[in-house]
């Protein structure tokens, strides 16, 4: 559990660090709505872009029938419907944090390995 000292985007930040999940996995450990998730990411990856040592990362969601993925979406929520088949199954977007010099020893140790 999570001290609850920390502000509800700290104790965000602090769950997505090397990890991915989704905004109802998010809330369900935060013990918050979904909704209220999703309000506080644009938040988040804003004070992210200003460090350089971490990075927001976005696994877009995409949709169980026809695999279409939304790549280009701008919105960090899941999308209501395919544009392709139009099917309503789509899978959450899953967020998470990077370090960038893990990210850039990973590159590294996967270039010498090659």
């Avoid at 965000?12 to 999703?38: C, F, H, K, P, W």
């Avoid at 872009?49 to 949709?63: G, H, I, K, Q």
């Avoid at 919105?75 to 899953?94: F, H, N, Y």
Wanted: proline share 6%; aromatic share 6%.
């Amino acid at each position: 559990m999570l001290p609850p000292d920390r502000t509800v985007r700290q104790r965000i930040i602090e769950l997505l660090a090397d990890t991915r999940m989704s905004s109802y996995q998010l809330a369900q450990r935060l013990g918050i709505a979904e909704r209220q998730v999703e309000e506080h990411l644009p938040h988040i990856i804003k004070s992210l872009a200003r460090n350089r040592m971490r990075r927001f990362v976005l696994e877009p969601a995409t949709c169980f029938d026809c695999g279409f993925v939304f790549r280009g979406r701008k919105k960090l929520t899941r999308p209501g419907r395919c544009p392709v088949c139009r099917s309503e199954g789509i899978s959450a977007p899953r967020y998470g944090i990077d370090s960038v010099k893990e990210r850039a020893e990973r590159l590294d140790s996967h270039t010498a390995s090659e």
